[in-house]
Structures are given as C-alpha cells and as structure tokens.
C-alpha cells in the first residue's frame, strides 16, 4: 500500500501565526493550576497532622493524598483523549480548570479525611484531563519547526508550579500551625481563586487556529480512536518517558529531600529549610534547561531527535553515581549531582514531547492520543517508581545509594535502549511512520481516523 504523506511534511516550511504565542501563554497559565493544586499538600504537611491527624490523618494516608494523583493519572489518560475528541479541546482545558477549582473548594471545607480524599479525586481528574488537552492545545497552533519551542516552554509548567508553591504556601499559611494552624485554609482558597480565574481568561481568549477542527470529529467513538496507538514508534517513545519518568519524578523528586535530611550513614542530615532549598533548585533548573531543549529539538531533523532522550537518559545513568552518596564525599557529589540530574532531566520533558505530535502525523487527534500517551506513561512512572524505591529502601535499612543504584540503572538502561531505536520516520522526512495502523501491510486494518483527520482541509493550516 502506498504510503500517505503525513500532514506534517506540508508544514516544515511555515511559521506559527503571532496569535499563537498568545494562545500558548493563556494555556500556560491554564496548565500551571494543576501542579499549583497538585503540590499544595507536601508543604503544608505540619497544617494538616495539626488538623486532621486527631479525624484519622496518618503517614499512609497523607502519602495516599500525593499517589492516588497519579494513579487517577494512569486510568484517565486514555478516556482523556476520547473527550479530547468528544468535547474538543478547548472544552476539555475548561473541565479541567472546573475540577482543579472545584476540588480545591472541596479541601478547603473539608473536615474530616474521606471529604479530603474526595477533593483530591476531584483534583485528578482535572489533573489528568489537562495534562493530556493543554500540550495538544499548543501543538495544533505551531507548525514542526517551531513546535519543540512552543511545547519546551509549556513543559516547565510543573517545575515553576512545584516551585512556587513550595516557596509561597508556608508564609501564605503563617509560618508554622503554631502561629496560625488554620493558615492551610488560605492556601486553599488561593488555589481555588487562581483556577477560577485561570477559567475566565482561557474561555475568553483561547481560539482554535483558522481550518483546525476544534472537536476533532464529535460524531466519532473511543473506538475510532484506538487505531493511532498501532504506531508502535509512540509505545517506544512512551516507555522512555516511563523510564525516565520513573527516576525523575518517582525517585528522586519525591525521595531527594528525605535524603537531604536524613542522618548518618545514609543521608546528609540537613536542616529541612537547606534541603528545600536544594530539591528547589534541582526542580527549578527546567525553567531554564527545558525550552532549551524544545529549541534544539527544532533544529535537528525528524530521525535525530531521539539523540535527545538518549543524551538525557545517558546523563541521567551517570547522575546515579553521584546521588544519595553520604559521608564526607556528599557534599562534592551533591553539587555534581544537582547539575546533572537539573539539566538532563529538562531535557527529558522538554526533549520527548515535541516528538509525539510528529510521530502522530501532527493531527489534532493524533497529537491528542500521543499526548495521552506520553500522560499515561508519566504517570505509571511515578505511580510505580515511588513505591518500589520505598520497598527498596526498607529491604535496604534505609541505605538511599544502594536503592539507587538497583531500580534505577535497568530502568535508565531500557529507556536508553527504546530511545536508540527511536527512529520513526523513513530518510529524515516526518512521512508515515512505520508501525501506524494499516501502514505495515495490514490489508483491511487501515487506520481510517489518520485518514480522516489526515485527508480534511481542518488539519492544513495553522
């Protein structure tokens, strides 16, 4: 069967509109209500034992306050694109915003733990639609060259979210639950405040390109759908993102600062304020580093693109020697560590995205179910990566390096493995990649949504 030329050939040559850059700041803004909803529990951890620890608030249950965000994450990703495509995109980002301002209503009032687990549930669901709709809400409006910036820049939406509101949250509290132990309350309504007006100005400005089909074919079912993830090239780039995924923000995110702050033999005993600081910086380094890696991103062509995920995931794996190290080298290997691990794990986010839309074929529901993709993977990551560590650093007796250096150098090495092979596209022209449904000689399995949304004047122009 001849092969079809996907949309995104046709596009190499264009420039995004000015109006795009535009519609990337207001879903930006949209974007970062998810990770300022989704941190605002680990910061004011001391608030809430003070107020729920007597209704029933333990160790497990506040871990379960974090977790169950990405194990929402995990199931949603998937039904995520389907109302993606049932509702349209921009219909799906203000759901989204709906749930992330109506769930923190809901923990703000709440007064016992099934009220606040019920408002985190609330919060998931807004978490996993937006983060599937809102990349895809930015790569419908930039054409390939320029697509890696654009979605470089929105991919530092969680690190400047994490960021903030570990910086913000415990002075807008009052500084300890001593001084204001209902101080939790404000931050709440902040996070409620912000996602309603973050509501307001997405539905007012944002606007889907000229041509572009906002609802991605209403009259079409999850099932028409399914025949995009028959590109195996996507599954590849989704387990580099598990991999990778799965050290950054399963084991290093959530366990650096319990390093930080552990005692001999195992940690470097800092004061929580240093550790924060220093987690802080490491998370903030994507500000920087990611866009630079979208930017490089454009500027390599289709075939060479994986060099990135492979870089970073190398980098990564020698990160891993210099992490978790106690004792009198810690210090020296922090400083190593912080860099490495800072840099190369921006170019992760900011590397790997860009690529799903290309391999996809650069449709609006293509780049929607490559997005999910990528959502899904994350998001098993980090469901899957934190436990396993802290089952490993029990079995270990808390030794932090030696729970390293076990789960995460196979689970660097076989993201390094799929990034090497990522080479989806024939010559170095974004044709159709090979593995796409009913491009491998299927017969009858020809993937009649890429036709649709390939063949229609919708998905032309920017």
């Avoid at 203000?94 to 408002?119: E, R």
Wanted: aromatic share 10%; hydrophobic share 50%.
């Amino acid at each position: 069967m001849k092969q079809k030329v996907r949309p995104d050939s046709k596009r190499l040559d264009e420039k995004a509109p000015g109006r795009a850059w535009g519609m990337l700041a207001v879903t930006y803004l949209a974007s970062i209500c998810a990770p300022l909803v989704q941190f605002k529990v680990p910061p004011l951890a001391n608030w809430l034992f003070a107020n729920f620890a007597a209704v029933g608030l333990d160790g497990a249950t506040f871990g379960m306050l974090m977790s169950m965000l990405s194990i929402i994450g995990v199931i949603l990703a998937f039904p995520a694109a389907f109302i993606c495509r049932k509702f349209g995109l921009k219909n799906t980002v203000l759901v989204s915003l709906a749930c992330l301002c109506g769930g923190s209503v809901f923990s703000a009032v709440a007064t016992n733990i099934p009220v606040l687990m019920i408002s985190r549930l609330i919060e998931g669901f807004g978490i996993g639609l937006i983060g599937v709709a809102a990349p895809t809400c930015v790569s419908v409006w930039f054409p390939p060259r320029q697509r890696g910036l654009a979605l470089g820049l929105w991919s530092t939406w969680v690190p400047l979210g994490c960021t903030l509101m570990f910086l913000i949250a415990p002075g807008m509290a009052g500084g300890n639950p001593g001084m204001a132990p209902k101080g939790y309350l404000t931050v709440f309504w902040f996070c409620a405040i912000f996602c309603a007006i973050a509501f307001i100005l997405f539905a007012a400005v944002y606007r889907m390109p000229e041509g572009k089909s906002g609802d991605m074919g209403i009259e079409g079912t999850f099932r028409d759908s399914l025949p995009y993830l028959k590109n195996r090239y996507i599954w590849y780039l989704g387990i580099v993102f598990f991999a990778l995924c799965s050290c950054t923000l399963g084991i290093v995110t959530t366990f650096y600062q319990q390093f930080l702050t552990a005692p001999d033999p195992f940690g470097l005993g800092m004061s929580d304020s240093l550790a924060g600081l220093i987690s802080g910086i490491t998370m903030a380094m994507s500000l920087v580093f990611a866009p630079i890696a979208g930017s490089v991103s454009d500027h390599l062509k289709p075939n060479s693109k994986h060099l990135i995920a492979t870089g970073s995931g190398i980098a990564l794996l020698v990160a891993v020697f210099f992490g978790f190290v106690p004792g009198e080298n810690g210090m020296a290997c922090l400083v190593v560590f912080v860099l490495i691990q800072g840099v190369a794990g921006a170019f992760v986010a900011g590397g790997c995205r860009p690529m799903a839309p290309m391999i996809m074929g650069g449709t609006a529901m293509g780049a929607t179910m490559g997005m999910a993709v990528l959502q899904f993977c994350q998001n098993l990551g980090s469901a899957i990566g934190s436990p396993l560590f802290g089952a490993l650093l029990d079995s270990f007796g808390g030794n932090f390096f030696m729970a390293s250096c076990v789960l995460q150098i196979p689970l660097l090495i076989l993201g390094i493995v799929f990034a090497a092979i990522l080479r989806p596209f024939h010559g170095n022209s974004p044709h159709a990649a090979q593995g796409h449904g009913g491009h491998q000689g299927h017969g009858h399995g020809h993937d009649h949504a890429a036709e649709h949304q390939g063949e229609g004047a919708p998905v032309q122009n920017a």
